[in-house]
């Protein structure tokens, strides 16, 4: 077990001996590649990595040994490009298993990897391979993204390879074609060439909801702080199949597909959709009996549109959800159909699992929970004042003054001046309110900006949106401010109806009068309007400042 190597104490008491005495080791040359991946090929050559499949019938499943060989012929394949350490390069590759071993490929070369999502467009392609000084592309066999990154080159002078997976394709490098070149072995490297625990490892391009992305920059010690996300939030078991539903474009991946399970020595089940199908992603869960589970709050709340009941979910013993709040009511149904909790944590891009229903409690429906042991979570007034209980607060990360913790990012990269502006002090504000009741739970209220100031009333969306979702004609909604001459601002209600349901004025008084007796009256939404769909970043997050420039578009 490799656990025992960087987890002075592995077993707790009580939420309180987790958070007082956890701890865990970085070592100076730490590298994912070489300390987890080699070295369980080495324990348990036979030991299962991944299960792989897709929606066409084809399936993979790779032990540590295999993944170790190929990330070694994948490397001396990258080096022979001249991608070394500090190299940046860009993985635009879905859920394909060949992101793991590039992944893993990258890491033991010291280069730094940047995962895209296939949404990205010309536009974004450029502004990210200008702004990182990417200098090769790793791609899937997607039209779209192909095209975006053929017509991006022009723009992008530090581009000098394109690699493209699974198909062949003029002016395009053939991955699997290559690497069969190039021996299963790879040196760890030394001196000079080798990395250190916080040389950059990894940069995440964060959504961009209020103006262009930011590059979150992460070290080699960031894969040892997901330790707490995988064990003690997620609870994978060693030698299990835990999925989590992401791209592997997104931080997420990171959270839950590649970094703590293997640590741990789960094995990680990936299944490369074309599309989101709710029933389809039934179906192999129970076909391959997944054992611990991982998806955006949308995700849940799609498949129960179905008929959950017909698909034997016992082989699930740990539901997790993260991206967005749990609103209580699905928390609520979704444990009726399944017996079991769903366990919401919180975070960024920016860091690991920073809140999270952790084993020693039971969770409160809608709650986030309590803090990680490895952050010192505290909520804050606009005035830098610590909130009581009860009063909401932006929720911050104290002490970084005296040492960041693993898993929490290191600055953006390039950019010394933004760095120093969220880092430089003694605190780290994440920019999302939130209030705490008197048992140390956390409870969402919504972004910063988010938070709408009507006739002296202060109103978290989360609140109105979660009993909004209580009502069965209700799929998804927003929950944003539209100026009002005489309140200043008002609570508007961007609504997304399940099926059967049309809009209709009798049904906005309906859902006003049920938000009325949900929550406190002054909260219900003055406004409704019914969309078939709401605009979300790249990531699946709802664009609510979106939304308000429309509001205000529409009252000019």
């Known amino acids: 077990m490799l656990l025992d190597r960087y987890l002075p104490r592995m077993e707790f008491d009580s939420y309180e001996d987790f958070k007082a005495n956890y701890k865990v080791n970085v070592p100076e040359d730490f590298n994912f590649g070489f300390d987890i991946v080699d070295e369980w090929a080495k324990q348990e050559p036979e030991k299962m990595a991944l299960v792989w499949c897709d929606d066409h019938g084809e399936e993979h499943r790779f032990t540590f040994t295999q993944i170790s060989k190929l990330s070694n012929q994948a490397a001396n394949f990258f080096e022979s490009l001249g991608i070394r350490k500090g190299s940046v390069v860009m993985l635009i590759l879905r859920r394909r298993w060949e992101y793991w071993i590039c992944a893993t490929a990258l890491h033991k070369i010291g280069a730094i990897l940047i995962p895209g999502t296939l949404q990205l467009t010309k536009k974004d392609i450029v502004y990210r391979a200008n702004a990182a000084k990417i200098s090769a592309v790793v791609c899937v066999n997607d039209d779209f993204v192909i095209s975006q990154i053929e017509q991006s080159i022009p723009e992008t002078p530090t581009i000098q390879h394109k690699i493209l997976v699974v198909e062949k394709r003029d002016g395009w490098l053939d991955f699997e074609e290559e690497i069969v070149k190039y021996p299963d072995t790879y040196e760890r490297p030394q001196g000079e060439k080798a990395t250190k625990w916080d040389d950059t490892m990894l940069v995440y391009f964060t959504s961009g ?309 949900v929550t406190a009256p002054y909260k219900y939404p003055r406004i409704i309007e019914f969309v078939d769909e709401l605009p979300k970043t790249l990531g699946g997050k709802i664009k609510r400042a979106e939304i308000r420039r429309k509001n205000h578009e529409q009252q000019s």
């Open 209 to 517: 909801t209020t103006g262009m992305p930011k590059m979150v920059r992460h070290n080699f010690s960031y894969p040892l702080g997901h330790i707490v996300t995988a064990k003690y939030w997620q609870r994978v078991q060693e030698n299990k199949l835990h999925m989590s539903v992401s791209d592997s474009g997104w931080a997420k991946f990171g959270w839950g597909k590649i970094y703590g399970q293997w640590i741990c020595g789960a094995t990680i089940f990936a299944y490369d959709m074309d599309k989101f199908v709710p029933l389809k992603l039934l179906d192999k869960i129970t076909s391959y009996q997944v054992t611990t589970f991982c998806a955006p709050t949308t995700m849940y709340r799609f498949m129960l549109q179905e008929d959950v009941s017909q698909f034997d979910l016992s082989c699930v013993e740990e539901w997790c959800l993260a991206g967005e709040p749990l609103n209580p009511e699905v928390y609520n149904r979704w444990k009726k159909l399944t017996g079991h909790n769903i366990r919401e944590g919180f975070g960024q891009s920016e860091s690991s699992v920073m809140l999270a229903n952790f084993e020693w409690y039971e969770p409160k429906p809608g709650s986030m929970g309590k803090p990680s042991p490895l952050y010192n979570i505290q909520l804050i007034d606009d005035d830098g004042n610590c909130c009581e209980d009860g009063d909401e607060g932006r929720i911050v990360v104290m002490d970084i003054d005296k040492g960041l913790p693993p898993g929490l990012f290191t600055g953006y990269y390039l950019d010394d001046k933004l760095t120093e502006e969220n880092l430089g002090g003694k605190y780290y504000d994440t920019g999302d309110v939130a209030w705490r009741d008197s048992d140390g739970y956390y409870w969402f209220v919504g972004r910063s900006d988010d938070v709408i100031k009507c006739s002296g009333y202060r109103v978290g969306p989360f609140e109105v949106e979660s009993a909004l979702i209580e009502h069965p004609s209700v799929v998804e909604c927003a929950i944003t401010a539209a100026p009002d001459p005489i309140r200043g601002q008002v609570v508007k209600a961007t609504v997304v109806l399940a099926k059967g349901y049309q809009p209709s004025e009798e049904l906005k008084k309906e859902l006003q009068d049920h938000v009325k007796r």
